[in-house]
Each structure stands twice: as structure tokens, then as C-alpha cells.
């Protein structure tokens, strides 16, 4: 200790390079204790393909999941659909969205019709690659079908020979997206309602029918 109280700038440099240490330190092991986990956000369609994926975590559909930094593949696969696969990278506290839309083989693509999360998924992968015909064409189909909505309600009211035209969106009553409620009491009521939406430029058979009494 005498020997710092007679070197006094000594004895600075010493503290200094203590002090210095002893801060690095302390950031080291807060830097290290943060969460550093990048999200990333899946939504593959459509809902029932089956996911794969190249870390161990497991991945949520249509959500945002926690995952360390690093490089990752996911594949998805349906019956009747072309597989697709994505690799990407996450770096400490990135994001990421992946949206992976499988292309059916057969150019069917009416599951499309039954899930908004597909449907947009959908939107997104044609705003991607305009080129795909068979995609356009299957979107401007729903589009041109989803303006029925603006001519509903149809109806003619009568004490026995009623009917009215809902558009529906009870998901327990109706599996796809386009669906039409129609209220009857008799069958030439219900033929009449369907020549009503025939008269105004739409197919009945494009929807589902709920018929109700």
C-alpha cells in the first residue's frame, strides 16, 4: 500500500483497469441473461396440412412462436397438394413471417372457400406471383361470387308461399365461406328463391344452402 500512496498515478491506472474489468463484466452477464429468442410468425395452408420442422421446438399454426437465433427449414404437406418447404434464418431478438400456401394439384382449390386464414394466405402468395393463372382465376371466381352479399336480403313475403335469402356466417351451420341461408315454409317457395339469386347474375349451386323452415 505504500508503495501506491508513493506512485499515485500507478494507483489511478490500477483502479481504472479494475473498475474497467469489473463493467465489462457486469454487461457480459446481463447481455447474457437477456432474452436474445426471435419470433417468428407460421401460417400454413390449408389447416389440415401436416407441419414439419427442423428444430425441436414446436411450431403453432397461424401464430407467432419463440425460437433461438439460428437457421431453420419447415416444410408443410397435404394429400392432393404440391409440398412446400422454407428455410430461414433468425437472428437474436429478429422476426420473421412465413406464409407457405400449398398449390392442390388438380387446380382445386375450394378448401380455400372454408378458412379466412387460408384465404389470405392465398392473396398473399398470388400478390407474390401474379403469373399463376390458376390462382388468379380461383380468386377472381370468389370475388365475383362475395358480391351477392350486396344485393341481400332477398325476399317476398306472402302468408304461406314466403321465402328470404340470408347470407350466413355460422361457422356450426356451414362448413365454406359462401353460404346462403334460405327460409321456406314450402318447396315452391324455395325453388322461387333460388331462380331470385339466379335473376340477379349468381349461380345458387357456387354457395351452400342452409334451408330453413
Do not use: W
Not at 425460437?67 to 429478429?94: K, V
Not at 340470408?166 to 359462401?178: G, I, P, W, Y
Amino acid at each position: 500500500m505504500s508503495f501506491l500512496k508513493k506512485h499515485p498515478i500507478l494507483s489511478t491506472i490500477i483502479f481504472v483497469l479494475v473498475a474497467s474489468i469489473l463493467i465489462s463484466a457486469i454487461i457480459i452477464f446481463v447481455d447474457s441473461s437477456r432474452d436474445r429468442t426471435a419470433t417468428v410468425y407460421i401460417s400454413v395452408a390449408p389447416q389440415g396440412a401436416e407441419i414439419s420442422f427442423s428444430g425441436e421446438e414446436t411450431l403453432t399454426n397461424n401464430s407467432t412462436n419463440r425460437l433461438n437465433p439460428g437457421t431453420y427449414t419447415i416444410s408443410a404437406s397435404l394429400p392432393g397438394y404440391e409440398t412446400e418447404s422454407r428455410t430461414f434464418t433468425l437472428d437474436p431478438n429478429g422476426s420473421e413471417s412465413i406464409i407457405l400456401p400449398l398449390l392442390p394439384t388438380n387446380n382445386d382449390f375450394s378448401a380455400y372457400e372454408k378458412n379466412f386464414d387460408d384465404l389470405y394466405d392465398l392473396r398473399f402468395y398470388s400478390s407474390k406471383n401474379p403469373d399463376n393463372s390458376a390462382v388468379s382465376k380461383f380468386l377472381m371466381g370468389y370475388d365475383k361470387k362475395a358480391t351477392i352479399e350486396s344485393v341481400l336480403p332477398l325476399y317476398r313475403y306472402e302468408p304461406v308461399d314466403y321465402y328470404y335469402v340470408f347470407f350466413k356466417t355460422n361457422e356450426d351451420a356451414c362448413e365454406r365461406l359462401f353460404c346462403l341461408e334460405i327460409g321456406a315454409h314450402t318447396d315452391s317457395a324455395y325453388s322461387a328463391a333460388l331462380r331470385d339469386i339466379a335473376s340477379h347474375g349468381y349461380n345458387p349451386s357456387d354457395y351452400e344452402i342452409v334451408r330453413s323452415r
